[in-house]
């Protein structure tokens, strides 16, 4: 079997094509990566890779075509700052643009994803390969929040399950049952850092998705960095919506969130 994949920044790529390799031995992975963007280590995890500039829509399209591909997924986010810097953008690409007025992240990929399909090609979610990495119900790293963090939870869930659905941003911020911080296009660490600003230490974090999100291009994602972050900030708590939200390095990261004294939650979305 041949998987595509296209692969975005940080760790995730990395971590998705070492556990694809893992769950099938005989998988040949073709990766293709992104000046700016990708890791270029990701080459020692994959067969063959492919190097382009973000809006070379020909050269991916072309790509695509010789390889052959029956399956591809997406595997990492591309900034959303290339959707306003277009330097490399070729004329498919600006052609492809010129016909839509909605400039979010997901309207764009999906779009994309769909226009990629009509070639044959099929675009599968990287959970798939990723079950293990994703966050379950409950206390998932055996250390208990606090009385005050709790009553944040159980506020925080309801803002967070009506927030994620107006495809703003997947994370918030919670201090004393007050809403202290919404993600924008800034990103989740950033989110807490201006957080941290305004009302200081004992936040509680929340990351989910909204309900139809679609989940073969973005996936909700927490590692290593953002935990360091919490760290810093003295975070109180990290909520995750339970099997929607991937976390990286999974085991190192539950045992860090131990030491840092972070309880890390799986929470169910209220409908």
């Avoid at 991937?246 to 890390?264: C, D, Q, T």
Wanted: some cysteine; hydrophobic content about 40%.
């Amino acid at each position: 079997m041949k998987l595509g994949v296209i692969a975005g920044n940080r760790l995730f790529p990395i971590l998705a094509c070492r556990s694809a390799k893992r769950k099938n031995k005989n998988i040949e992975l073709v990766a293709i990566c992104f000046y700016g963007e990708t890791n270029p280590r990701i080459t020692h995890y994959v067969d063959k890779t492919f190097w382009l500039h973000v809006g070379q829509l020909k050269r991916l399209i072309e790509i695509i075509k010789t390889e052959g591909f029956s399956s591809m997924v997406m595997a990492g986010q591309i900034s959303p700052r290339r959707i306003f810097k277009r330097k490399y953008w070729d004329e498919e690409m600006k052609s492809f643009i010129s016909n839509t007025n909605d400039f979010r992240s997901h309207s764009i990929f999906s779009h994309i994803i769909r226009m990629l399909e009509t070639s044959g090609v099929k675009f599968e979610s990287c959970t798939f390969y990723m079950e293990d990495s994703l966050a379950q119900n409950g206390i998932i790293n055996n250390l208990n929040p606090t009385f005050q963090s709790w009553q944040d939870i159980n506020f925080g869930v309801r803002i967070i399950s009506k927030f994620v659905e107006l495809d703003v941003g997947q994370s918030i911020v919670v201090k004393s049952k007050s809403v202290i911080a919404l993600e924008g296009l800034e990103g989740t660490d950033r989110t807490i850092l201006r957080a941290y600003r305004i009302a200081g230490s004992g936040l509680v974090v929340f990351k989910f998705s909204k309900k139809d999100q679609d989940l073969r291009f973005d996936v909700p994602v927490v590692g290593l960095n953002t935990l360091r972050i919490l760290k810093r900030v003295g975070a109180t708590c990290l909520v995750l919506e339970q099997q929607r939200v991937i976390i990286l390095e999974k085991n190192k990261f539950l045992l860090a969130a131990r030491h840092y004294g972070i309880p890390v939650i799986g929470q169910k979305r209220i409908n």
